[in-house]
């Protein structure tokens, strides 16, 4: 019964995989998503948050920072070494049995394992960490945020390095962590308007 349901998922997220990796194929994907993927490309939006933070909120902005980091190494943490070493799923772009219905967009197939995505999972963790964190600062504003993790994990399926069940899950795991240094960051230090600290 196991055994049959794995199966039937796998059958899915290999039909899902090609929808996504071949069925949405166009010229602007093709040369949109290979950036969008590529954390160095996000290094400098990283750092002008960090700083952004720590200038307009002082102590409670360095704190801000340290959750920050640390929910994102955790997470990455997490999905290399409780999931990618665990599982040890083999990347679509390198399978034998199925990288002949892999398009694949960027000029070599990445190493390591497959399940998780750390990309999905990290972004995931970064994105509602924010939200978590701003959202009584911010407002309705701060969901805008969550349009960038699931455009990141998106573009994994389709450049060829990770089947959809592989970001999914890194975008339930990265959640998670996000959620929870996030509502334990507002427990502790909590933001209120910008220049304007709430009493410690």
């Known amino acids: 019964m196991l055994l049959s349901i794995l199966s039937q998922l796998q059958e899915w997220d290999q039909w899902l995989f090609r929808q996504i990796n071949s069925g949405c194929s166009n010229p602007v994907f093709d040369a949109i998503m290979p950036f969008m993927r590529n954390s160095v490309n996000w290094a400098p939006l990283y750092l002008f948050l960090l700083v952004f933070v720590i200038l307009n909120f002082k102590t409670r902005g360095i704190w801000w920072a340290v959750f ?15 999931f990618k070493h665990v ?41 509602v960490f924010f939200i978590s964190s701003f959202r009584h600062t911010l407002g309705k504003w701060t969901w805008l945020v969550l349009s960038w993790a699931p455009l990141i994990a998106f573009a994994q399926v389709y450049i060829g390095v990770h089947y959809p069940l592989d970001v999914i899950a890194g975008a339930l795991v990265g959640s998670i962590y996000g959620l929870a240094a996030g509502l334990y960051f507002n427990k502790r230090f909590g933001f209120t308007t910008f220049g304007a600290q709430p009493a410690s």
């Open 87 to 127: 599982f040890h799923r083999i990347r679509p772009c390198n399978d034998p049995a199925f990288s002949e219905h892999v398009r694949l967009v960027i000029n070599k197939c990445a190493g390591g394992f497959s399940f998780i995505s750390n990309h999905a999972a990290n972004h995931f963790a970064m994105s």
């Open 68 to 82: 920050f980091l640390a929910t994102v190494a955790l997470t990455d943490m997490t999905g290399t070494y409780a």
